[in-house]
């Protein structure tokens, strides 16, 4: 079986945090201790939704030494493919579910001398828990959140008031922006910089730190992407010796899965590379979204990353 | 000619490059000797005035041409041991805006690196550019003594008289190449003396 080892839990708390955020607690249905895992971790969550099996990946944001249970924070999505509608509308405290074990794909480095935390909206989950590790080991942080409006800074209370001098808050409804440039251009040499929110930010983040020559191992970010729905099309998958059509409203990934070909994959969002796959032969053009794969892999039609990208054409044969 | 083409080696043995200019609000600059060629290459006048240029002259006369390049700071002193002490400090106050270019001898360019990734640059955001002597900074593995400027192999250790072999296993750590004492098992059987890459 692909992915991450899996564990049984149930879920025990359910708490809106505002109109668009809910978090949810889960601990293990057996009693035991959950492992423990790394600030900016994340788990997949499967949601068995009557024929359909969505496994949509979400941030630990509880303290990763914490093995009595998991927190995770859900942003309503109500364009999407309907997995946080689920979370929020069909889910209640009681409910067996199936998570994967932690993953993290956004770890703090270890070496810096300082982290500087930029979160944009529901971007702040990863950093509630790498904050928590941060407290623990006794890390130099700094976080600088921007919300839409008070009304939707989700856990702005907790982090001011827990970190009056480190949690900065910057509100768009009132004008308020991180003041990008000084503020990266102010950091002391040893300083790392994490960014989780929109693309656009994480774009302005990096572009803007190249630009500044900040060196790009020192430049995190973390941007979970969700399939989008595109016109079907048929693959055919070489080694199972299968054709298979993807659906409108399901990914590459899903349809090999709904076929019972054990595909490899570990965060669905385009970001581990886990689920690379080699293209054989294809006649049509690829509608790549993920952001493994280099622009010259993009382009040169050999690699596909199914877990987000799509294809439009007559033929495409997958090696797998 | 004061470059030189290594041979192929082991994984350990450092890659130099070629330095380049890149976009950053400053540009920190350490070169002995002929390393002042690389910098001389690289320094377009936008660099230059951004730049903080700190040159280990080891004799030579590119002193007049490196400040002809109206740096916006520019020191130049004897040995990297005399300039230590100021590197330390500019990297202290120095901001992640910061780009490193380092040209000239492997010692040179090792011990700044060092000094680069224990304030917190990661080594691979690091410019290098070898320019003049192949001599290396040899650790002897022994008795721990460092001795610079090697060009032969085997050489003796200047603190603990061992005849040493020169290995292309270097330590990013010591900023150094280890020796290993070559007659150890024969005591006094020791080969002639040759230039490292002869």
Redesign the interface.
């Known amino acids: 079986m692909s992915g991450a080892e899996k564990i049984d839990v149930t879920v025990t708390e359910i708490t809106p945090v505002n109109e668009l955020v809910t978090r949810f607690k889960f601990e293990r249905t057996d009693g035991g201790l959950l492992p423990t895992f790394s600030g900016g971790a994340h788990t997949v969550v499967e949601m068995k939704d009557g024929k359909t099996t969505r496994l949509n990946p979400y941030s630990l944001m509880s303290d990763p030494m914490d093995q009595s249970a998991y927190t995770i924070s859900v942003r309503r999505d109500d364009e999407g493919r309907g997995g946080s509608l689920f979370m929020h509308q069909r889910v209640t405290v009681g409910d067996q579910m199936v998570i994967s074990y932690p993953v993290n794909l956004f770890s703090l480095d270890l ?3 300082k982290h500087l935390f930029l979160a944009g909206g529901i971007g702040i989950t990863p950093f509630l828990s790498q904050i928590k590790q941060c407290e623990r080991l006794g890390g130099s942080w700094e976080l600088h959140y921007a919300c839409r409006n008070e009304a939707l800074g989700s856990y702005v209370d907790e982090l001011t008031s827990k970190h009056p001098y480190e949690a900065n808050v910057y509100y768009d409804d009132q004008d308020q922006t991180i003041e990008l440039e000084n503020l ?8 790392h910089v994490y960014v989780c929110g929109p693309k656009g930010m994480i774009d302005w983040v990096r572009s803007t730190a ?9 430049v995190h970010y973390e941007e979970f992407l969700a399939p989008q729905p595109g016109k079907p099309f048929e693959v055919k998958l070489a080694v199972s010796n299968k054709v298979i059509q993807v659906g409108e409203d399901e990914s590459l990934l899903e349809a090999m899965e709904r076929s019972g070909v054990d595909a490899p994959y570990l965060c669905r969002g385009g970001a581990c590379g886990q689920c690379e796959t080699r293209v054989i032969d294809y006649a049509g053009n690829f509608i790549h979204r993920d952001h493994w794969l280099e622009e010259e892999e993009h382009a040169s039609g050999d690699k596909i990353m199914p877990c987000v990208s799509r294809f439009e054409g007559k033929t495409l044969v997958l090696d797998r | 000619m004061s470059k030189f083409e290594f041979p192929p080696s082991i994984k350990s043995r450092p890659v130099w490059g070629t330095l380049e200019p ?5 540009h920190l600059m350490i070169a002995d000797a002929e390393g002042a060629e690389a910098l001389l290459d690289v320094a377009t006048p936008e660099l230059a005035a951004r730049a903080h240029i700190i040159f280990i002259a080891k004799g030579t006369t590119f002193g007049d041409a490196l400040r002809a390049l109206n740096p916006a700071q520019y020191y130049e002193g004897p040995s990297y041991a005399a300039a230590a002490s100021r590197i330390e400090r500019v ?1 202290q106050d ?6 490193v270019y380092l040209a000239g001898t492997e010692g040179l360019m090792g011990q700044a690196m060092r000094a680069c990734t224990d ?4 080594h ?2 690091i410019q290098t550019e070898h320019r003049g002597s192949t001599a290396r900074r040899m650790q002897c593995v022994h008795c721990k003594g460092i001795t610079e400027e090697v060009e032969i192999d085997p050489f003796v250790c200047s603190h603990c008289g061992l005849n040493l072999f020169v290995r292309d296993h270097y330590s990013r750590r010591l900023a150094a190449y280890q020796g290993v004492c070559i007659d150890a098992e024969d005591p006094g059987n020791v080969p002639d003396s040759k230039g490292i890459y002869e």
Do not use: D, F, Y
């Open positions: 070496r810096a001398k990266l251009n102010g950091q002391p040499i040893g300083t190249e630009t500044l020559g900040w060196p790009s191992e020192a | 890149r976009a950053g609000m400053h990297l120095a901001k992640m805006s910061t780009q304030a917190g640059i990661p691979t955001a």
